[in-house]
């Protein structure tokens, strides 16, 4: 008899031992009642399970009375003490109409409730059947968040994420304590700083999911760019400018960085040349001038006010934040600040040009070195003899002249432009026209001393044994070319003058035209004294006779208006002019 008293008494001091070291299921509100509902509503509910036993508490499963009821939960283990949220859905669109309960089993290693039982409960009226666009009340409660924009008003105003409210950091605490602690509230600001600062010390001070945007609005930028961003210029088609080559290499990096660019902001537009498709290097040229810059290689992006060349990590990623800004900003177009600038043909430089191209173009036809030329003709005239022949003979070698002049400078313009320096060639043709000008004066000074800018003596008579053994037509035509060709050095000054001013402020084919003008201009001295020979105004002795006597005025005359020419070419250089 004593020894099963001692058996019963070690049999209950184990199985007192046993529930005392045990794990314990426990949820403070297990039945939720949701009321009544329409038919076809989400009801949703976040039971809080918690293990208030001595050892662990292991869910083995939860399951439910009906398919209509579903569960989710993070994990199947609590330590003593730990609490763990179970997420619960009914959907009643199934559910016929009256009192619904819907219960929820969870199987645990609890030894006293091995099975423990939540129920939802509640009322489902038939009627109007929640839609597939409705929310309910209760499922927007859930989901719902505050956006917090931090900046200032005028940032704000700038461009901020849609739905985003302007709460000042020094009103933030004021302006969101009324909200529920478990909001979920999200602060962003520029870069992070200010936002990372107040979520920190809002998670301190009784709010629970309070959220910083890592990096700010920059981040959000570089990251997904304008989506979900409400600005004064969101939706503004913003256009930039692109110059590629066919098969360059460092052209095939930035067509990727541009699509992809392309690919995240809708309204980006690429506007896009080959460098050798017509017109390409005439609207660069043209562009060079706007933006003030010379394009030393392939590719070359216009974005707003700015330019980019070449390729590689650091211009891609000055593309990339760039093109960004524009957008943001709404920039116009490079091609538009084109039109409205004055670099255009009709602007100022056509104003400046013109003026420029009748000057040099008559002191070019005036100028000693013409007038060398001028002599070269006038022998070819008197062998020539007979009247008719010699207005043939003199307008032939005019003639010549005046294509092969026009086909030097239409070689001369290209290759200046081919070098794509124009902007330096123009500086120093600037300087050769005054260095060449104040060299013309000195003559009208000291004529003969050190270097003259004529065609030298010791060349004269054997250019005109030339051209009086010439009297045919064809024959003075074929000297006219010879001439040029050798004479070009002597008589090219105020031409190469004008030929760096057009490169540097017209277009190719305005250039044309200009140059067409010039040499008109240059040839028409050739013009009258053929006619004023050949029918008795004066004779060859006579020209050559006004020419020697005014010879020290015309190199004044020459020079002057060279100085003048190179100095004005600065000066609107300086100013931004040209």
């Given amino acids: 008899m004593k020894k099963i008293a001692v058996s019963t008494l070690i049999i209950i001091m184990g199985l007192g031992f046993t529930l005392v070291a045990a794990p314990k299921i426990q949820v403070d509100h297990p039945v939720y009642d949701f009321g009544e509902v329409l038919e076809g509503f989400l009801v949703t509910h976040t039971f809080i399970l918690s293990n208030v036993g001595d050892e662990a508490l292991t869910i083995s499963r939860v399951w439910t009375s009906c398919g209509c009821t579903t569960t989710a939960l993070a994990k199947t283990s609590l330590a003593s003490g730990e609490s763990i949220e179970l997420n619960a859905v009914l959907d009643t669109a199934e559910l016929s109409g009256g009192i619904q309960n819907k219960n929820i089993y969870i199987d645990s290693n609890d030894p006293i409730t091995p099975t423990f039982t939540l129920q939802i409960t509640g009322s489902v009226e038939q009627g109007e059947k929640m839609q597939k666009y409705h929310i309910p009340a209760e499922d927007l409660n859930y989901w719902f968040y505050v956006l917090i924009d931090l900046r200032d008003q005028q940032d704000f105003a700038g461009g901020h994420l849609i739905g985003a409210i302007n709460v000042p950091l020094s009103e933030l605490e004021d302006w969101i304590n009324p909200l529920p602690r478990e909001t979920l509230i999200i602060l962003y600001d520029q870069d992070g700083s200010l936002s990372d600062e107040a979520a920190q010390d809002l998670n301190g001070s009784g709010f629970s999911n309070v959220k910083s945007l890592f990096g700010g609005l920059n981040e959000w930028m570089r990251r997904l760019g304008g989506r979900f961003l409400l ?47 017509k017109g390409s290097i005439e609207l660069l040229k043209r562009l060079e001038q706007l933006y003030g810059i010379s394009v030393e290689e392939i590719p070359v992006v216009f974005i707003n006010d700015e330019t980019f060349q070449g390729a590689g990590g650091a211009v891609e990623y000055s593309i990339e934040q760039a093109i960004r800004v524009a957008i943001d900003e709404g920039a116009t177009s490079p091609l538009v600040r084109l039109e409205q600038s004055e670099v255009l043909p009709e602007g100022v430089t056509r104003k400046l040009t013109i003026p420029a191209v009748l000057a040099a173009a008559a002191v070019d036809a005036v100028n000693p070195c013409a007038c060398a030329v001028l002599i070269l003709l006038l022998g070819t005239l008197i062998a020539a003899g007979k009247r008719r022949r010699m207005i043939g003979a003199g307008l032939a070698f005019t003639l010549a002249t005046y294509i092969s002049y026009f086909l030097m400078g239409i070689g001369l313009y290209a290759a200046i432009q081919a070098t794509r320096l124009q902007h330096t060639i123009y500086l120093v043709v600037a300087s050769i026209a005054i260095i060449a000008g104040l060299w013309n004066m000195k003559d009208y000074l000291w004529y003969g001393r050190w270097f003259t800018i ?54 190719r084919n305005y250039a044309f035209l200009l140059l067409l003008l010039y040499n008109f201009i240059f040839v028409l001295p050739f013009v009258v004294i053929t006619l004023g020979i050949a029918f008795g105004f004066t004779t060859t002795a006579q020209a050559e006779r006004w020419r020697q006597e005014r010879l020290g005025k015309l190199h004044l005359i020459t020079g002057g208006i060279m100085v003048l020419l190179g100095i004005a070419m600065l000066v609107s250089m300086q100013f931004g002019v040209i």
């Fill in 231 to 277: 600005s004064p210029t969101a939706g503004k088609e913003v256009e930039i400018v692109y110059f590629y080559e066919n098969g360059c290499p460092h052209c095939l990096r930035i067509d990727a960085l541009l699509q992809r660019m392309q690919g995240t902001y809708e309204e980006l537009k690429i506007v896009r040349y080959e460098i050798h498709t």
């Fill in 454 to 507: 004529e065609v030298p003596t010791s060349w004269q008579p054997a250019l005109k044994r030339i051209t009086s053994s010439v009297a045919s037509v064809p024959g003075a035509f074929a000297i006219g070319f010879l001439v040029s060709l050798f004479l070009l050095p002597c008589t090219s000054g105020p031409y190469i003058v004008i030929l760096g001013l057009l490169a540097e402020t017209t277009t």
